[in-house]
């Protein structure tokens, strides 16, 4: 009999984690995890952890390295051993899966960089080409603020594998689809041309738990699962006419349940049959542990009542502006907070040499 995870992945739906950790790569690899993602509060963590103070020490001792070139250089590590790990499914499927994402500097989109919209733009995209040389299976992670969206066609054109991420509209997807469109056009060949789109759920459904109360029971909790179908389905008519070699997938993120009241496995199980599912840790220890079967649910919706009645009440510019400026402060504070963190190390470290 299937595992729970087997069955999800059964579906159609290929299982990703959001967690470079070592231990916790190599256990959801064996219960079929075939990608990872990487951000500063996953790398904060690992440092919090101590079982990379050996490495720290030797980055932190002696090379002139500053605080913020030791923390890209250890996520740059991280990640490439993530990627060693699922290299074997990015071989199998020929560029299709098998991808660790690499999320460029969120203080770019710090509200305090005295940087302007151009300098962010042009710092995209250099980071971008930088981060991805000479990698076969790394996506780089760029947000859908206007700077990102903005350093998206020129990444493209440039080859660079990519990862949209803070999607919370299909505005912003539609956005963020088209500047890689047009500069994926520009490159040579389409056969390595790979996108993913990576929609926040889990959020939208605190939003308007806060914002729009009058929701019906039936539609409270459920705008977030319904508008990452939309944009699911968005995403399939537009590359059923613009056929790649490979696929261009949306990414279920922010799969972790907000609300104590909800099961664990709730987007997961909303959200099952296509494309990509990226996880918490938790999330996945609960699903393995969970017992369920699951089903191809991805192309669902509520009733046509529960639609309407979202359409009406949702003030869908007003949620993308609220979710983006709480989005870019939740980007950029955990990479301010691991800086920090890496100077209490190197304090400690480099104090036992």
């Known amino acids: 009999m299937a595992s729970p995870i087997q069955s999800l992945i059964a579906t159609g739906t290929k299982l990703w984690l959001d967690s470079v950790d070592p231990s916790l790569v190599r256990a959801n690899r064996e219960w079929g995890a075939t990608g990872a993602t990487s951000n500063p509060i996953i790398i904060a963590d690992l ?13 932190l001792a002696g090379r002139g390295l500053t605080d913020e070139e030791v923390a890209w250089q250890l996520t740059d590590s991280v990640v490439r051993a993530a990627q060693e790990v699922f290299l074997p499914s990015w ?3 020929r560029g299709d899966d098998g991808y660790v994402s690499f999320e460029l500097d969120p203080l770019l989109e710090d509200p305090a960089s005295p940087l302007s919209h151009d300098q962010r733009v042009a710092r995209y995209v250099e980071l971008g080409r930088q981060w991805s040389e000479g990698h076969q299976n790394r996506m780089i992670k760029v947000p859908a603020t206007p700077a990102g969206i903005d350093a998206l066609a020129d990444l493209a054109a440039a080859g660079v594998t990519l990862n949209v991420t803070l999607i919370f509209t299909l505005r912003q997807y539609e956005a963020a689809r088209d500047a890689i469109w047009r ?19 889990s959020r939208v459904d605190v939003y308007t738990e806060a914002n729009v109360p009058s929701l019906s029971p039936a539609a409270q909790g ?30 279920f993120a922010s799969t972790g349940t907000k609300k104590l009241s909800d099961p664990p496995w709730k987007y997961v199980a909303a959200l099952a049959g296509s494309d990509i599912q990226t996880n918490p840790p938790a999330t996945n220890a609960a699903i393995e542990a969970s017992g369920l079967e699951f089903r191809r649910t991805v192309d669902e919706m509520p009733p ?50």
């Not at 440092?47 to 980055?59: I, Y």
């Open 222 to 251: 459920q705008v977030g699962i319904v508008g990452a179908k939309r944009m699911w389905i968005a995403n399939q008519e537009f590359w059923s006419s613009r056929p790649t070699p490979l696929r261009q997938e949306i990414v």
């Open 183 to 201: 500069g994926a056009q520009r490159r040579k060949s389409l056969d390595a041309f790979k996108s993913v789109y990576s929609i926040f759920i």
């Open 47 to 59: 440092v919090k952890s101590g079982q990379f103070d050996e490495e720290l020490a030797g980055l």
């Open 91 to 93: 071989k199998a499927t």
């Open 304 to 353: 046509a009542d529960v639609l309407a009645e979202i359409d009406a009440k949702l003030d869908v510019q007003h949620l993308e502006e609220q979710l983006m400026r709480e989005g870019v402060v939740k980007f950029a504070d955990p990479q301010k907070a691991l800086l920090k963190l890496l100077g209490d190390k190197r304090r400690s470290l480099v104090s036992r040499v």
